[in-house]
């Protein structure tokens, strides 16, 4: 059975850091691309972070470069979000997300970490 568990949302006053952690089971972890996504309210989702599962180019959404920071350990089979210099704008309930294609789409979510950027 499939799971991504994420945890580390909170509220954060803005300036301030937060680390996302995604903890994944029941796949091949090493072999799937892991990204975390966010969703304002009354917003699309929207791909913040991506680590290839061949170690190429991480890519990361205009809004969070040079802030953020996605990081997987293959090993343990969790993906991080380090999240510095937190703005309102970056309040979402974020989540974690595997993917790969093996003949077909094979895509998997989290249920999701609110994070809150208020003073």
């Known amino acids: 059975q499939v799971q991504l568990v994420e945890s580390g949302g909170g509220l954060v006053q803005p300036g301030g850091s937060l680390i996302l952690s995604c903890a994944a089971s029941?796949?091949?972890?090493?072999?799937?691309?892991m990204n975390w996504y966010r969703q304002a309210p009354g917003k699309e989702r929207e791909l913040v972070a991506h680590?290839?599962?061949?170690?190429?180019?991480?890519i990361y959404a205009d809004t969070v470069k040079g802030r953020f920071t996605i990081s997987r350990d293959n090993s343990k089979k969790t993906v991080s979000l380090q999240m510095n210099s937190l703005i309102p704008e970056d309040t979402a309930v974020y989540y974690c997300?595997?993917?790969?294609?093996?003949?077909?789409?094979?895509?998997?979510w989290g249920q999701g970490t609110q994070v809150t950027v208020s003073s």
């Open positions: 997300n595997a993917w790969a294609y093996r003949g077909r789409r094979l895509d998997y």
């Open positions: 029941g796949f091949t972890f090493s072999s799937y691309d």
């Open positions: 680590s290839p599962s061949d170690g190429s180019m991480i």
